[in-house]
């Protein structure tokens, strides 16, 4: 259900909503990583590459693993040089995917709840460190992540119990495995807010969220939310994020 959210276009306008949102969210990641020229690094689900292509004019080489041929290709059109590859392949098989690590930064932002177990992605993940400074990190939704949001769309029809789950998984799940598979963890947290002026704008992001935004029920939507910019003069999306830095 969850990942057929994310072609190129969709994830595209979703991440063009968001970034208008707040360009401190790419710092927050960025500085999270922490990421030197003599890291090679390990994205877990790159989509269009808002991590990889800034990282890979940073790190000594790159390798992104993505469950999209369609989303590798669109990204591998990006990236320049030879120090930055991307692989498809299922993280949920991470372990035996001929991915040239070791390495000694291994990252997830916002796709390790896509994975159908999570705890044992992280654990992977661990396993394919060396080096001195390596480390796994993640930066998933938290809990209150799009909550008005959820709730607003709950009043025209229900969401998939997957979804409503996807902010609580980073606490409940993530976070656990951190714990249980790395000697140090640090956390961090993040929001951030989205704020439309118009109902096109909202539509805009509605679109880019199927299956969860039902296009059957497009024009209820629309009415919806016009009637809420009219009353309060816009519209706000909430955005929680959990950071989590893994060391062995």
């Known amino acids: 259900m969850l990942n057929r959210i994310n072609t190129p276009e969709r994830l595209r306008e979703r991440t063009a909503c968001n970034r208008a949102a707040s360009a401190d969210f790419d710092r927050f990641v960025l500085e999270l990583l922490d990421a030197s020229e003599t890291d090679v690094a ?14 890979a004019g940073t790190v000594r080489r790159i390798v992104g693993l993505d469950t999209s041929p369609e989303m590798a290709r669109t990204l591998r059109a990006q990236l320049s040089g030879t120090n930055a590859d991307v692989v498809v392949g299922d993280m949920d098989d991470i372990a035996g995917l001929p991915l040239s690590g070791p390495f000694t930064l291994v990252y997830a932002v916002y796709s390790l709840y896509y994975s159908t177990k999570p705890a044992r992605v992280v654990e992977a993940a661990s396993g394919l460190l060396d080096g001195p400074g390596a480390r796994v990190a993640a930066v998933t939704p938290d809990v209150g992540n799009n909550a008005g949001w959820f709730e607003d769309l709950g009043q025209l029809y229900a969401l998939p119990a997957d979804v409503l789950e996807v902010p609580r998984v980073g606490r409940s799940v993530i976070l656990p495995a951190f714990l249980d598979t790395f000697r140090n963890v640090a956390c961090s947290t993040f929001q951030s807010t989205i704020d439309f002026q118009t109902v096109e704008s909202v539509m805009r992001y509605y679109d ?9 029920r497009r024009a209820d939507a629309a009415a919806f939310f016009r009637e809420r910019i009219d009353r309060d003069g816009g519209y706000r999306i909430v955005k929680h994020s959990l950071g989590l830095v893994g060391r062995r």
């Open 208 to 216: 880019a969220c199927p299956p969860y935004c039902r296009e059957d």
């Open 42 to 55: 390990l994205d877990i689900g790159p989509g269009l590459g808002r991590q990889m292509i800034p990282l």
